[in-house]
């Protein structure tokens, strides 16, 4: 279980605080106007951000302190999730060595991995010679290769179009179930949001409320939301 | 402490590295300016002649700054409104003189304007007075050849950034080129020249190198110059310390008017703005042409003639200059490893947003010079270390720590740039230490890193500084020359002269070259 409790963070005029649990293996949606903390929220989960007051538990145990690449945990950015200098096999390989002295065999996991996402014989390719869909599955595949148990989603794919979002929803939704990861996914779209995630976290007013089932929520939407959601 | 800066892990390491060079150099740099206030005790060993030495400064440095200021505007508005070809080639030498050795611009001058130079020639054949060379005359011209280059690049980026739309606003309203001047040009120019002046005058503040070689006398000299000789002549301590105090006193003095007037950056922005205003037709296309083509003769011609008469001797230079010339390129290369390892580490934690403090100490060189740290770390070492072993050692840091602010010029924006594009990325994925100096700094900053390396390399191959205040029988090749200079050897001097520069251009093409191709 990953728990937010009696979580604050201030910057100037913002504020954000959060007091929710989210249970093993669930996937949520988190949804809010820009600006109102939905990357913060992540942020504080993935390391980058401390928070002002309170403490984020994973299975009962503080994450105060760890580093974010020893936590529990996988992120996926909005853009830059990969180095644009080194290949398609090494920006994978890094998830399973940072410092890429990979064996032979893990050599092999990182083919493995590029096949499941549908990208064996692009080992050698940089990014820039690939299309937004294939940067996305390269990403995803340092992910599955990681298997962490959280997986968090910063809106990674949304400069994607329709159909090819939903079709790196779904790998994810695959990868997830694979990995058993608990997914929090950032979302301004309430139709990926119905699509991927049973539950919603809303972020309304500077509160994080905890999850609620995602079709209730969208079905009849508090105030805030409706004003969102126009 | 400590021990919670261990416990917290490695992402931390960076920040700790950074606080700790900036420390180290700022315990440097004050600790040898402490030690030369401390020896000056006041200004009491200061007679007429030092003070002398001080308004000769100030004067030629506000009279250097006068001159390039006023003369690059002709060139730079020409080079804003015209378009030729080599106009991108001529624009880039411009930025050549910051990597001259400063000795072997002197050896042109001299060559061109020497009493057996071509104008002196000429001077005499129409029976007109000659022009000497040294004195104070002979340091303005030099301290304008190095500067000129530098102001016309400065305005023209002032130029360039009149945005075009305004340019073809004026055209529309029928403007002819007094109206545009009064309207575009000169509020960009009220702007832009204050900045402009002041960086070169900062430049000539410090002027070492060409007072040594063409200024001295009652007439001629400069602080650095004076500690110099009171260092090296007279071994008086004491003075020389004294004159450091007051060339510490005046950077402040200079950094505090500098912290009043905005100073342009000095290279890397982008002079290969699109197609600029089209210039006015007529006579004016003579001018600028004539503005252009003095300013490239200006430039070229002492370079041409010093390699003219230096390319025959070369092959026959003594083996000793070769000794040189490897010792040199070896205390070069130090010196930018060192430059390099140094401002990496600063702009590394810089960039983590680690404290301005650290930034500070990264550019606290720019208050001392080369000289007045020399005879600090010399006051501080003398009982410690023979002298004569602390020649070469303390000028490749000194070289190194002087070229460092302007390293952290090109690496601070890179290293932030990096930070912001992948620094979370790498943090997520737990890289961290040598891996992500390997995997994702190097690469990363290389063009940056190839430059700074390159600048500090040249740099430290041409810098006639430091190495003057030691006796020592191991000369770089800059003192080797000037030593060949002092015995009147001057074809030997040419071709060494040829030999420095061509080894300071190709050190700094390797390494911007280097660092561009990883």
């Not at chain 2, 003095?253 to 007529?282: C, H, T």
């Not at chain 2, 063009?447 to 700074?452: A, D, H």
């Given at each position: 279980m990953l728990e937010f409790r009696d979580i604050a963070v201030r910057r100037g005029d913002f504020t954000l605080t959060a007091d929710l649990a989210v249970p093993d293996g669930a996937r949520v949606a988190v949804i809010g106007a820009s600006g109102s903390g939905k990357s913060t929220l992540l942020a504080l989960v993935a390391g980058f951000l401390p928070p002002d007051r309170g403490r984020i538990l994973w299975q009962g145990r503080d994450l105060a302190g760890v580093p974010p690449g020893e936590r529990p945990l996988s992120v996926l950015f909005q853009d830059q999730n990969l180095f644009p200098h080194l290949d398609v096999a090494q920006n994978v390989g890094l998830g399973l060595r940072p410092d890429l002295r990979l064996d032979p065999a893990q050599r092999q996991r990182v083919g493995e991995v590029l096949t499941a996402v549908g990208l064996s014989g692009h080992e050698r390719r940089r990014p820039a010679s690939l299309s937004g869909g294939q940067q996305g599955r390269v990403a995803l595949a340092r992910v599955l290769l990681r298997a962490r148990p959280i997986l968090l989603l910063d809106e990674p794919f949304a400069a994607l179009g329709p159909a090819l979002k939903a079709e790196m929803l779904e790998l994810v939704g695959r990868i997830a179930t694979q990995t058993g990861a608990t997914v929090l996914m950032v979302t301004h779209d309430p139709r990926d949001a119905a699509r991927f995630a049973p539950q919603t976290i809303l972020i309304d007013a500077g509160v994080a409320h905890p999850p609620r089932p995602t079709r209730a929520l969208l079905a009849d939407p508090p105030p805030g939301l409706r004003d969102y959601l126009g | 402490m400590a021990a919670g800066i261990l416990a917290l892990g490695a992402p931390r390491v960076p920040a700790l590295g950074g606080a700790l060079v900036a420390g180290a150099l700022a315990a440097l740099i004050m600790g040898t300016l402490a030690a030369v206030a401390w020896q000056a005790q006041g200004l009491a060993a200061l007679g007429p002649w030092d003070w002398r030495a001080v308004r000769f400064t100030l004067w030629q440095a506000a009279l250097s700054a006068a001159l390039s200021a006023v003369l690059a505007i002709p060139v730079a508005r020409a080079l804003a409104r015209r378009?030729?070809?080599?106009?991108?080639?001529?624009?880039?030498?411009?930025?050549?003189?910051?990597?001259?050795?400063?000795?072997?611009?002197?050896?042109?001058?001299?060559?061109?304007?020497?009493?057996?130079?071509?104008?002196?020639?000429?001077?005499?054949?129409?029976?007109?007075?000659?022009?000497?060379?040294?004195?104070?005359?002979?340091?303005?011209?030099?301290?304008?050849?190095?500067?000129?280059?530098?102001?016309?690049?400065?305005?023209?980026?002032?130029?360039?950034?009149?945005?075009?739309?305004?340019?073809?606003?004026?055209?529309?309203?029928?403007?002819?080129?007094?109206?545009?001047?009064?309207?575009?040009?000169?509020?960009?120019?009220?702007?832009?020249?204050?900045?402009?002046?002041?960086?070169?005058?900062?430049?000539?503040?410090?002027?070492?190198?060409?007072?040594?070689?063409?200024?001295?006398?009652?007439?001629?000299?400069?602080?650095?110059?004076?500690?110099?000789?009171?260092?090296?002549?007279?071994?008086?301590?004491?003075?020389?310390?004294?004159?450091?105090?007051?060339?510490?006193?005046?950077?402040?003095?200079?950094?505090?008017?500098?912290?009043?007037?905005?100073?342009?950056?000095?290279?890397?922005?982008?002079?290969?703005?699109?197609?600029?205003?089209?210039?006015?037709?007529?006579?004016?296309?003579?001018?600028?042409?004539?503005?252009?083509?003095?300013?490239?003769?200006?430039?070229?011609?002492?370079?041409?003639?010093?390699?003219?008469?230096?390319?025959?001797?070369?092959?026959?230079?003594?083996?000793?200059?070769?000794?040189?010339?490897?010792?040199?390129?070896?205390?070069?290369?130090?010196?930018?490893?060192?430059?390099?390892?140094?401002?990496?580490?600063?702009?590394?934690?810089?960039?983590?947003?680690?404290?301005?403090?650290?930034?500070?100490?990264?550019?606290?060189?720019?208050?001392?010079?080369?000289?007045?740290?020399?005879?600090?770390?010399?006051?501080?070492?003398?009982?410690?270390?023979?002298?004569?072993?602390?020649?070469?050692?303390?000028?490749?840091?000194?070289?190194?720590?002087?070229?460092?602010?302007?390293?952290?010029?090109?690496?601070?924006?890179?290293?932030?740039?990096?930070?912001?594009?992948?620094?979370?990325?790498?943090?997520?994925?737990?890289?961290?230490?040598?891996?992500?100096?390997?995997?994702?700094?190097?690469?990363?900053?290389?063009?940056?890193?190839?430059?700074?390396?390159?600048?500090?390399?040249?740099?430290g191959m041409g810098d006639l500084g430091v190495i003057t205040l030691f006796a020592t029988d191991s000369p770089t090749l800059p003192l080797k020359l000037y030593q060949l200079m002092g015995s009147y050897r001057m074809a030997e001097a040419s071709a060494c002269a040829v030999l420095l520069m061509a080894i300071s251009f190709a050190l700094f093409w390797l390494f911007d070259r280097g660092g561009r191709l990883a």
């Open positions: - | 378009r030729f070809p080599g106009r991108g080639a001529l624009v880039t030498l411009l930025g050549a003189p910051f990597i001259l050795p400063v000795i072997v611009a002197i050896m042109g001058l001299i060559a061109v304007f020497g009493r057996n130079g071509v104008i002196n020639e000429t001077l005499r054949a129409a029976g007109l007075p000659e022009f000497s060379v040294y004195g104070w005359q002979g340091v303005i011209l030099a301290h304008v050849f190095f500067n000129l280059p530098l102001s016309v690049r400065l305005i023209l980026q002032g130029w360039q950034a009149i945005p075009a739309e305004r340019f073809r606003l004026a055209d529309s309203l029928g403007f002819g080129p007094a109206d545009t001047a009064r309207h575009l040009e000169r509020p960009m120019l009220r702007a832009v020249l204050p900045g402009v002046w002041l960086a070169v005058f900062l430049v000539c503040l410090t002027s070492f190198t060409v007072a040594l070689a063409l200024g001295g006398g009652p007439s001629a000299t400069t602080v650095e110059l004076a500690i110099y000789q009171a260092f090296r002549f007279d071994f008086d301590l004491g003075r020389a310390a004294a004159l450091g105090l007051v060339q510490i006193g005046l950077s402040l003095a200079a950094m505090g008017l500098a912290r009043r007037i905005a100073i342009p950056a000095a290279f890397g922005a982008g002079l290969q703005a699109a197609r600029g205003p089209a210039g006015p037709r007529g006579w004016r296309v003579a001018a600028d042409a004539m503005a252009i083509a003095l300013a490239a003769v200006f430039l070229l011609w002492p370079v041409l003639a010093v390699t003219a008469a230096g390319l025959p001797a070369l092959p026959a230079l003594p083996p000793e200059v070769w000794q040189a010339a490897l010792r040199s390129v070896l205390m070069a290369l130090a010196s930018a490893l060192l430059a390099l390892a140094l401002g990496l580490t600063l702009a590394l934690a810089i960039a983590r947003g680690r404290g301005g403090w650290i930034e500070a100490a990264g550019m606290l060189p720019i208050v001392a010079s080369p000289l007045v740290l020399g005879t600090g770390l010399f006051i501080l070492l003398r009982g410690w270390v023979a002298t004569d072993m602390l020649a070469l050692p303390l000028t490749v840091l000194i070289n190194a720590i002087m070229a460092l602010p302007f390293g952290l010029r090109a690496l601070i924006p890179a290293a932030r740039t990096l930070q912001a594009d992948f620094g979370r990325l790498a943090d997520s994925l737990d890289l961290r230490g040598p891996a992500r100096l390997r995997l994702l700094v190097l690469p990363r900053l290389a063009p940056q890193l190839g430059f700074s390396g390159g600048l500090a390399a040249a740099l």
